[in-house]
């Protein structure tokens, strides 16, 4: 396991709950501090996607063994901050509801609530229905780049297949290279191995004639 990417998620756990805690202090805040609240979530949620970003590069720049590990990870990460991102926009929905109905409310004191209640009504429903397809749309591209990535995962894994075949088959080449090698050495000893007899047996021929030519010298020098 890289010690980088450990790195990168241990910093990411302690954002992700730092964020988690912001979201939820923010529901019950008002006005000002609320604004404040959920300018600081967008800032954690931008430092957030920068580390997911580190953590892909260096996930993909590992062996495969441990890259689909880590890119496996790296998705549940990448749906954790969609989910607070879609909960900053139903924070901020609400805070613009809220800041509707106050309107509408301070509309009422001056007098001017039947004419504008419809209205104000009707920007409420269109502010709810552009944030469902807010979310609709989030949703439909997150399905989209999850598709990517897994595209991109399999294409990653099997170049590596294809790398290890081509890697047997030189090793292959190489062992047969060597079988041929071993042939030839044999033959090679073999033929040394048979002159090296039929030298054996020619300088016993010789050694055999030398001792009988001496037997004769001798026996013709005692016969005398």
Known sequence: MSEVFNGYERQYCDLSANLSKKCSSA?????EQKKQKLSEIRSGLDNAEALIRKMDVEARSLPPSVKTTLLVKLREFKSD???????????????NLNAAAAARDDLLEAGLADTKTASADQRARLM????????TTDRIKDSRRMMIETEELGVSVLQDLHSQR???LRTGD???GVDDNVGKSKKILTGMTRRMNRN???IGAIITALVAAIFLILYFKLTK
């Open 27 to 31: 529901i019950a805040l008002h006005g």
């Open 81 to 95: 901050l969609n989910n607070f991102k879609s909960e900053l926009k139903t924070i901020t929905t609400s805070a």
């Open 128 to 135: 709810m229905s552009t944030d469902r397809l807010g979310r």
């Open 166 to 168: 081509q890697s047997l």
């Open 174 to 176: 190489t062992l047969s």
């Open 200 to 202: 054996k047996w020619t």
